[in-house]
C-alpha cells in the first residue's frame, strides 16, 4: 500500500515494486502542496491498487497530476483476452480450448467459494492452494488436478510481464507425483487389429490419414496433433529426416526439434507430395475442432481394444481410468526403442521429452525386463570375477 512523503513544499506518493528480485520504493509527485487533496489522491491511488475503482479514471487523473498509471489490475473475467492478446496462442487449438476451460472453472469456483475476489492481483497463493485442494476433494485425477494446474501456470506465466505481477502464485503448487496412471501401451495383436479397422473407417478427415497416422505414432512417437498437422515443408526433398518443432513446446521453446528418419515405413503411406501447405488438410480441421480423438476412440472400440477400467477402491475418482488412447502409440514406441538398446538420453532427443525422468516414470514399461537383463550381465561379471 502507498503512503505519502514530504519533499519541500508538495507532497509525494510512494509505494514499494518489485523488479530483478529486489524491491524498490518509487515515488512521484502527487501535484499539490495541500495535505487534504493528497491524501484524496493518494487514496484514489491505493483504491486502484486495489482494483476498487475503474482504470480509466485512475489513469486520466493521475496524468493530470504527472504520475505515473498503476499497474495493471484486470477483472478475472478478462484475463482470458489479455492472455490472447500478449501470448503466441497459435497451434494447437485443443489445447487453447483446454486453458480456456481450466480458467474458467477456476473462475467459477472462485466466484462460489470467494465472490469478494474480482481481479487478477487479489489471486493469492493461499487462494490457489485452497482450490487445488478442491479439486482433490472432488475426486479429481491425479493427471487431471496436474492438467489443471498447468493450464493455469501457463496463463499467469504469459501475463506476469505485461500485468507488471509480483509473483505467479500456481508456480508453488506442487504437482501431484503420486496418483496418476500411465498410458498402456498396444499389444501387437492389438496393432494388428487396430490397422485392420483403421484402413476401413469412415472419416471426416482424409481417407488415407489413419492408416499412416497409426505408424507415424508406432514408429516416431510424435503425437496427434502434430502428425495431423504436419507440413511438405518440414519433409526436405533433399534430405532423410523429418525436422519440426512440436506443437506442444512450440510456444516457450522454439529451439527444441524433434528429428525422425524419413526411411521408416509410415513415409510411404504418406498421399503424393504437393509443393507446399500441409499433408492433411482435413485432418488438421478435425484436429482443430478435436474430432479426431474422438474418430480414435471409435476405432480402438471396433478392434475390440479395453480402453479403460473402472475405479479402484482407494482411487478417489469420479470417472473410469482411461488406460489406451493415440498416445499409447507413443509409449509403445518408447518401449519398444528402450527394450532394443536406445537409452533414455537418445529417446529424450527423439520424443521431445523434457528430461529422461519423464521417460522412466511414465513411459519405461520395459524397466522390469531390462532390471532382469542388467542383473544377467552382473551376475556373469560376478561369476567371471569372484
Not at 525422425?260 to 488438410?281: A, D, M, N, Q
Not at 532382469?372 to 560376478?382: F, S
Request: aromatic share 8%; charged share 30%.
Amino acid at each position: 500500500m502507498a503512503c505519502l512523503v514530504k519533499k519541500g513544499t508538495h507532497w509525494y506518493i510512494q509505494w514499494n515494486e518489485k523488479k530483478d528480485g529486489k524491491w524498490r520504493a518509487r515515488t512521484r509527485s502527487a501535484g499539490t502542496t495541500d495535505y487534504a487533496e493528497a491524501q484524496r489522491r493518494l487514496k484514489i491511488f491505493n483504491d486502484a491498487e486495489a482494483g476498487r475503482v475503474s482504470e480509466d479514471r485512475t489513469r486520466s487523473l493521475f496524468k493530470a497530476v504527472g504520475v505515473d498509471a498503476v499497474r495493471e489490475n484486470p477483472e478475472l473475467t478478462l484475463l482470458w483476452q489479455w492472455y490472447l492478446d500478449h501470448c503466441d496462442v497459435s497451434g494447437a487449438e485443443a489445447q487453447r480450448r483446454d486453458r480456456e476451460n481450466a480458467l474458467n472453472r477456476f473462475i467459477k469456483w472462485l466466484d462460489a467459494a470467494h465472490p469478494e475476489i474480482k481481479r487478477v492481483r487479489e489471486v493469492s497463493l493461499r487462494i490457489c492452494s485452497e482450490y487445488w485442494k478442491h479439486l482433490e476433494k472432488e475426486g479429481k485425477s491425479a493427471s487431471t488436478r496436474n492438467n489443471n494446474l498447468s493450464a493455469l501456470n501457463v496463463i499467469w506465466s504469459c501475463v506476469h510481464a505485461p500485468m507488471e505481477l509480483d509473483s505467479n502464485p500456481w508456480a508453488a503448487i506442487r504437482r501431484d507425483q503420486g496418483g496418476s496412471i500411465r498410458y498402456q501401451p498396444f499389444t501387437q495383436e492389438e496393432l494388428d487389429s487396430l490397422r485392420r479397422v483403421a484402413a476401413v473407417f469412415r472419416t471426416l478427415a482424409e481417407p488415407e490419414f489413419w492408416p499412416a497416422a497409426i505408424e507415424a505414432g508406432l514408429y516416431t512417437g510424435l503425437r496427434l496433433g502434430d502428425i495431423a498437422t504436419l507440413d511438405w515443408s518440414e519433409l526436405p526433398l533433399d534430405d532423410s529426416f523429418l525436422i519440426l518443432v512440436p506443437n506442444k513446446t512450440k510456444h516457450w521453446d522454439e529451439d527444441r526439434v524433434a528429428v525422425h528418419s524419413l526411411s521408416l515405413p509410415w513415409v510411404k503411406l504418406l498421399p503424393e507430395r504437393r509443393p507446399e501447405g500441409l499433408i492433411w488438410p482435413m485432418a488438421a480441421e478435425c484436429y482443430a475442432a478435436g474430432r479426431l480423438s474422438k474418430e480414435f476412440t471409435e476405432m480402438a472400440k471396433a478392434a475390440g481394444i479395453v480402453l479403460d477400467r473402472e475405479p479402484e477402491e482407494g482411487e478417489r475418482r469420479t470417472m473410469n481410468v482411461r488406460l489406451k488412447c493415440f498416445h499409447s502409440l507413443r509409449h509403445t514406441f518408447a518401449t519398444i526403442a528402450l527394450k532394443h538398446g536406445v537409452t533414455q538420453e537418445e529417446l529424450r532427443d527423439q520424443g521431445n521429452w523434457s528430461g529422461t525422468e519423464v521417460i522412466d516414470a511414465h513411459y519405461n514399461h520395459a524397466k522390469l525386463e531390462l532390471a532382469k537383463k542388467a542383473a544377467a550381465r552382473v551376475a556373469e561379471v560376478m561369476r567371471e570375477v569372484v
